[in-house]
């Protein structure tokens, strides 16, 4: 079974919020209310009449959309559309879509079926959408899987019995769903202040911990010509990160994030920023687990720099802060990706930037057999083989574990110019 590649990117810190919107709320009101703030972050923003069609079925194509956008990534991908849309190579997915599926594909946030088709317009399951919204709020102190994702996030307030009673979700489920994941704004007075005609959002909420880092969401007509400044650098500053701007908590106190455009327009975002600093998960493998399959993933290393250079790519340097984390996510047993987990352990072993992640597991290979195995797997997956010959990476790490006859097989590449979102 392989697994596509993904670059460390669902924007899903832990939120400050309280998630106090009840379960048992009037779910018609809640999605206009829902849905008029999501088109004004420019999270979901209808059809081309402007119809957001609530009562209609989610599609897979219209997730990998708003998976998009939630992702930050609107700009880069109407920048790069050429790139993403030619990544797209499901049959089935119109043309519309190709450019959101592309992304969504290239970086491992959603895959096709085994057909070779994506399902462009297959619905999509309560399943499927509270485990995207329980990435999105990566709630803390909560461990959860796709089997339990419903009743996490029941218990969590996010959604509600009768959506995840459903066959598929509705489009007023999800933006019902994504509201409450961000602390169901409007209904608590947060809208945007008179005036101001720009909305600011922040990724991880308005409250944030010193030394964390949030993406802003800024929606304009404008484009990217507008300025983004703080009132107390000293409590929160501001950073561009991969041509998104990046809120950084320094010292507790409160800070505005004003976003002016060129001919006036400006909107403000009040965060507060406390003393409590987010605690780093320790290790979960020994020492000695960290340099297990040592030869197996030495032999992935060679195969995969020899696939590069066989398609132009300069080889790979080993990095051991991406062995460490590689070979920590592969003892895992995972047999499908778990962005933050991913990320987070690359940052805990020190790598500090983006990576893009390949996986598989499979069993039925002897030990001879599992490097070039895992390799040919990537290979013949298009998404995969994009990540081991990808010219913006810099070094690579290897993970590989094995148990009941399954082996996991991790490829890390470090991409020195992408930014970590947990960071």
Not at 246 to 262: E, L, M
Request: charged share 15%; with cysteine; glycine share 10%.
């Amino acid at each position: 079974m392989a697994h596509k590649a993904l670059i460390c990117g669902l924007m899903a810190g832990a939120l400050a919020f309280s998630l106090t919107s009840p379960a048992s709320a009037s779910t018609g009101e809640e999605a206009v209310l829902a849905a008029n703030y999501l088109r004004e972050q420019g999270i979901m923003i209808g059809d081309s009449n402007g119809k957001m069609n609530l009562e209609s079925d989610l599609t897979r194509a219209q997730l990998a959309v708003v998976l998009t956008r939630l992702n930050g990534a609107s700009e880069l991908v109407q920048a790069e559309k050429p790139y993403y849309t030619s990544q797209c190579q499901f049959p089935d997915v119109p043309e519309w879509a190709k450019l959101y599926v592309g992304y969504c594909y290239t970086n491992g946030l959603m895959v096709g079926y085994d057909t070779g088709e994506f399902g462009a317009n297959d619905g999509v399951t309560p399943s499927a959408a509270c485990t995207v919204v329980l990435r999105y709020t990566g709630l803390p102190n909560t461990e959860w899987n796709y089997s339990t994702a419903c009743q996490t996030a029941l218990s969590a307030g996010l959604t509600t019995t009768e959506a995840t009673s459903k066959a598929e979700v509705t489009r007023g489920d999800l933006a019902v769903m994504l509201y409450r994941s961000l602390g169901s704004p409007a209904s608590d007075s947060a809208e945007t202040e008179a005036g101001n005609e720009v909305s600011v959002g922040s990724y991880k909420g308005n409250t944030l911990s010193v030394g964390e880092r949030s993406l802003l969401m800024i929606g304009t007509d404008a484009g990217t010509e507008f300025k983004v400044s703080t009132s107390a650098s000293s409590i929160l500053a501001l950073e561009q990160m991969s041509g998104n701007w990046v809120a950084v908590a320094k010292a507790p106190g409160t800070a505005t994030v004003t976003v002016t455009t060129v001919d006036g327009q400006r909107g403000t975002l009040l965060i507060t920023v406390t003393d409590g600093t987010p605690a780093a998960s320790p290790p979960s493998v020994s020492a000695d687990d960290l340099q297990a399959n040592l030869d197996i993933r030495e032999e992935i290393i060679s195969l995969v720099n020899e696939v590069r250079r066989e398609n132009g790519a300069p080889a790979l340097t080993v990095n051991q802060s991406l062995m460490n984390a590689a070979q920590e996510c592969a003892s895992k047993r995972f047999t499908w990706h778990h962005t933050q987990e991913e990320c987070e352990s690359a940052l805990r072993y020190g790598y500090p930037h983006g990576v893009s992640v390949n996986l598989t597991a499979f069993s039925g290979a002897n030990n001879t057999d599992v490097a070039r195995t895992a390799v040919t797997n990537w290979v013949n997956s298009p998404g995969h083989f994009r990540t081991m010959i990808d010219t913006r990476g810099d070094c690579l790490g290897v993970g590989v574990a094995q148990y009941g006859g399954v082996s996991y097989c991790y490829l890390f590449v470090g991409l020195p110019s992408a930014y970590n979102p947990y960071s």
